[in-house]
């Protein structure tokens, strides 16, 4: 580290109180404004450490973001905590070496566009190179909100998006995406827009759900490297008795993290080594079982499509719908008609 490295710490479970810390913005004009939206702090910088704009938003209560738009002057060290909060990164410029332990670091390049998620009191160092620029946004949430986004628990989800939402509580997930052309400009109007005060706030609101949400159905399309696990007698004996269980309670299954525990296994292993013994994911089996019931409810009885999507655990009609037509080929209302 140089000699004349800068050293800040920053937690974005407290972002409003650490603001005044980070790079002493006291010398430099600042802007605040509050509105239903939220809040921003921008300031602006022309100093020895750096020149251009860096911008903080607290958006909702599981919401947040960073918008840097400067120039490095002097090498620069963030030490920081992400807690529970998972890091939607999009870049444009961006040259920083992230530490995530002793013996494993990743080179962040631009353009492109990650998902960050560290353990919850892991300090993770992140290292600015003079003489570099960042031009990026940083959106920082909580897994509830994708929740809330998808309308899916996290357990749900697609394996890729499953994997990187609960990673926090086992290791680090670090994944870099290339940024599709809608992408790329998604995050130009995000990172360069002229409005101002609380017409800003109400914006970037808006920029930033719209990015979340595409960068959501962009990894929706993807499928996570198979990662192969060795499994013993014990742990093989392990995921059949997890096996059993979903089998037997998949209209209200355990969530990998209480199954893992019940059968005696890691999480990492019982939701890797599960694929493999069976072929498919575990929030696979569950989704097949429901639909499966749903299937037989609606060829058997006179329940209505509501209310038979209720019963196997989908809060929304036209989800069901879609999964339903997915799997075999016809509506609800034809398998109705069909029966």
């Not at 400067?70 to 890091?87: A, G």
């Not at 759900?209 to 996570?224: G, H, V």
């Given at each position: 580290m140089s000699q004349n490295t800068v050293i800040n710490r920053f937690e974005w479970s407290n972002i409003n109180s650490v603001i005044t810390q980070l790079f002493d913005p006291h010398r430099d004009s600042q802007w605040r404004f509050t509105s239903d939206f939220g809040s921003a702090d921008i300031y602006?910088?022309?100093?020895?450490?750096?020149?251009?704009?860096?911008?903080?938003?607290?958006?909702?209560?599981?919401?947040?973001?960073?918008?840097?738009?400067?120039?490095?002057?002097?090498?620069?060290?963030?030490?920081?905590?992400?807690?529970?909060?998972?890091?939607?990164?999009?870049?444009?410029s961006i040259n920083v070496d992230m530490s995530i332990s002793q013996d494993s670091s990743i080179q962040a390049l631009s353009p492109s566009w990650r998902i960050i998620n560290n353990p919850p009191h892991a300090e993770i160092a992140e290292e600015?190179?003079?003489?570099?620029?960042?031009?990026?946004?940083?959106?920082?949430?909580?897994?509830?909100?994708?929740?809330?986004?998808?309308?899916?628990?996290?357990?749900?989800?697609?394996?890729?998006?499953?994997?990187?939402?609960?990673?926090?509580?086992?290791?680090?997930?670090?994944?870099?995406?290339?940024?599709?052309?809608?992408?790329?400009?998604?995050?130009?109007?995000?990172?360069?827009?002229?409005?101002?005060?609380?017409?800003?706030?109400?914006?970037?609101?808006?920029?930033?759900?719209?990015?979340?949400?595409?960068?959501?159905?962009?990894?929706?399309?993807?499928?996570?490297?198979?990662?192969?696990?060795?499994?013993?007698?014990?742990?093989?004996a392990a995921i059949k008795r997890a096996h059993s269980i979903l089998l037997e309670h998949f209209q209200s299954p355990p969530t990998v993290a209480e199954l893992a525990k019940d059968v005696g296994v890691n999480r990492n292993k019982l939701f890797y080594g599960f694929k493999e013994v069976y072929g498919l994911g575990i929030s696979d089996l569950v989704q097949d079982k429901k639909l499966e019931l749903g299937y037989q409810m609606l060829s058997q009885s006179n329940i209505s499509i509501q209310e038979v999507a209720n019963l196997v655990g989908f809060k929304y009609q036209c989800n069901f719908s879609t999964a339903i037509k997915k799997k075999f080929g016809c509506s609800p209302s034809q398998i109705r008609a069909n029966t």
């Open positions: 602006q910088f022309a100093n020895d450490i750096l020149s251009g704009r860096i911008e903080f938003y607290q958006l909702k209560s599981d919401l947040c973001l960073i918008v840097m738009d400067c120039e490095w002057h002097q090498d620069q060290t963030i030490i920081l905590r992400d807690y529970d909060w998972i890091r939607f990164n999009f870049s444009l600015l190179k003079q003489d570099t620029k960042s031009i990026w946004a940083t959106l920082c949430c909580k897994p509830s909100l994708i929740e809330e986004i998808t309308n899916l628990n996290i357990d749900n989800m697609p394996e890729l998006l499953q994997a990187a939402l609960n990673a926090y509580s086992i290791d680090s997930f670090h994944r870099f995406f290339h940024f599709s052309q809608e992408l790329n400009k998604m995050t130009n109007d995000l990172i360069h827009n002229e409005l101002k005060g609380p017409m800003r706030i109400a914006l970037m609101k808006a920029k930033c759900l719209e990015i979340l949400c595409k960068s959501i159905n962009e990894i929706q399309k993807l499928r996570l490297q198979e990662r192969h696990v060795k499994l013993n007698e014990f742990d093989q």
